[in-house]
């Protein structure tokens, strides 16, 4: 399998920040990170549950890597986000694309989790943490502006979304 991650992030800011610390926690275990689909070994999508609008645009999505998935057998793709918490038995079970299912609070097992899809399983992990925070974690800059960048000052969702 290719050591390439694709990843796309839907919704908030605070989404954007948790895929940059993916990319931090992919990377050590010797993923880079790709902006062309096609040559991924992985594909993850980081996604928000709040509002419909974003799910359907997501499930739409899914089906359209369909056919990256006929194309090549060892692709693996994780749903990873509130909508993997979330909606955690229909993603594994509606047209059998998504290998990976890892909620906000897990994202340190994407190694492991991707480690046990590799082996034909599918892996899930959607526990919750109060503890949580990946402050130890030095998120890897997908936009590279230079200027701007996202500082957490909280974990998970208000519903605020505007």
């Not at 997501?58 to 057998?73: A, E, S, T």
Request: charged share 25%; proline share 2%; glycine share 8%.
């Amino acid at each position: 399998m290719s050591k390439k991650v694709y990843i796309e992030t839907y919704g908030c800011q605070m989404n954007v920040a948790d895929s940059e610390v993916v990319i931090s926690i992919l990377s050590k275990c010797g993923y880079t990170a790709t902006t062309e689909i096609g040559e991924a070994g992985l594909i993850l999508i980081n996604t928000c549950s709040i509002r419909d609008n974003a799910e359907q645009r997501i499930w739409g999505r899914l089906k359209d890597m369909g056919h990256l998935k006929k194309r090549n057998k060892d692709l693996k793709i994780g749903v990873i986000g509130c909508m993997a918490e979330r909606l955690k038995e229909k993603l594994l079970e509606t047209e059998k694309l998504v290998d990976i299912v890892v909620g906000p609070d897990a994202y340190r097992e994407l190694p492991v989790l991707i480690s046990e899809a590799e082996s034909g399983h599918k892996a899930v992990n959607v526990l919750l943490s109060r503890e949580e925070t990946y402050a130890d974690i030095s998120p890897v800059r997908m936009d590279k502006n230079g200027v701007s960048s996202f500082v957490s000052i909280m974990r998970g969702c208000n519903n605020m979304c505007a």
